[in-house]
T-cell receptor
Framework: QKEVEQNSGPLSVPEGAIASLNCTYS??????FFWYRQYSGKSPELIMF????GDKEDGRFTAQLNKASQYVSLLIRDSQPSDSATYLC??????????FGKGTKLSVIP | GAVVSQHPSRVICKSGTSVKIECRSL??????MFWYRQFPKKSLMLMAT?????????EQGVEKDKFLINHASLTLSTLTVTSAHPEDSSFYIC????????????FGSGTRLTVV
């Protein structure tokens, strides 16, 4: 059974700090990796995706993938209170279905 | 980018009645749509996978006779909660996949169902 694991948190960081969110997955055949952000009472929105080992940067967000370790992370630089949300890691393995983690709740303290 | 429209955003119904939720892909064709349920402060729970022109595939523990899914076209999937009860009150979210899995899913805005 494919599993995606995330620390549920809450992860609290001060405003302006770097928030580091981690995710591990069980299926070695996984090919695509996504980070979604979900505000309370809202549906998830895609913020980053990564397919290859290494880092991918988009503004204040950096996704990091290490397939050998089956590990994907999301770094948020200069964290803002508006970044406070639950972050979902999702993994795809060439099928039609993504497997989601349970999410990590991030709280950025002003 | 891909847009998924979900309606209604909020509905209150009486116990015993049925509620239909619509999910439309606005600018792409979605052969597969997914229905999720989320209780307050809990994680997303996949209920079923909706395939255009065929029967939906339900996750273990989800009653197919209670949660009727119809995916009659490449742009529309509906979820009907039949004979709703207060325990069915939840946040229901649909999502659709545009093209290959590498593009991820696009989520609808969700439907807050309250059964009184």
């Amino acid at each position: 059974q494919k599993e995606v694991e995330q620390n549920s948190g809450p992860l609290s960081v001060p405003e302006g700090a770097i928030a580091s969110l981690n995710c591990t997955y069980s299926d070695r055949g996984s090919q695509s990796f996504f980070w979604y952000r979900q505000y309370s009472g809202k549906s998830p929105e895609l913020i980053m995706f990564i397919y290859s080992n290494g880092d991918k940067e988009d503004g204040r967000f950096t996704a990091q993938l290490n397939k050998a370790s089956q590990y994907v992370s999301l770094l948020i630089r200069d964290s803002q209170p508006s970044d406070s949300a639950t972050y979902l890691c999702a993994v795809g393995a060439g099928s039609y279905q993504l497997t989601f983690g349970k999410g990590t709740k991030l709280s950025v303290i002003p | 980018g891909a847009v998924v429209s979900q309606h209604p955003s909020r509905v209150i119904c009486k116990s015993g009645t049925s509620v239909k939720i619509e999910c439309r892909s606005l600018d792409f064709q979605a052969t597969t749509m997914f229905w999720y349920r989320q209780f307050p402060k809990k994680s997303l729970m996949l209920m079923a996978t909706s395939n255009e022109g065929s029967k939906a595939t339900y996750e273990q523990g989800v009653e197919k006779d209670k949660f009727l899914i119809n995916h009659a076209s490449l742009t529309l999937s509906t979820l009907t909660v039949t004979s709703a009860h207060p325990e069915d009150s939840s946040f229901y979210i649909c999502s659709a996949r545009e093209g290959r899995i590498n593009y991820g899913y696009t989520f609808g805005s969700g439907t807050r169902l309250t059964v009184v």
